[in-house]
């Protein structure tokens, strides 16, 4: 069973950046797709940013493509989101998802899940 862990989140001003990383264990780390998620208070969980398997595909949401960049390592069983040009309405608990197969959007479709990092951007 995939076992993940957020890290990084932080206060951060508008505009300004954040390197969020999500740790794996307990699993063929290359076996999954691996995206983040984020949920602001009084709302749903929702898609951010995806990479393949191998790390030759990626998807983002319309809110943050050109500003975020996801990543992962294989030989370390990272993946990382880099924030930039942050807005206060990307402040919310940011979450690492992993699932086997394609790259998909469906937050129900992520099995493995870490327990969140918050990130709160400043107006």
């Known amino acids: 069973q995939l076992q993940l862990e957020e890290s990084g989140g932080g206060l951060v001003q508008a505009g300004g950046s954040l390197r969020l990383l999500c740790t794996a264990s307990g699993g063929v780390f290359s076996d999954h797709v691996m995206a983040w998620f984020r949920q602001a208070p009084g709302r749903e969980r929702e898609f951010v940013a995806a990479i393949a398997r191998s790390g030759g595909g990626t998807a983002y949401s319309d809110s943050v493509k050109g500003r975020f960049t996801i990543s992962r390592d294989n030989a370390k069983n990272t993946v990382h989101l880099q924030l930039s040009s942050v807005k206060p309405e990307d402040t919310a608990v940011y979450y690492c998802?992993?699932?086997?197969?394609?790259?998909?959007?469906?937050?129900?479709?992520?099995?493995?899940w870490g327990q969140g990092t918050q990130v709160t951007v400043s107006s």
């Open positions: 998802g992993g699932r086997y197969g394609t790259v998909v959007t469906r937050t129900g479709a992520y099995g493995f």
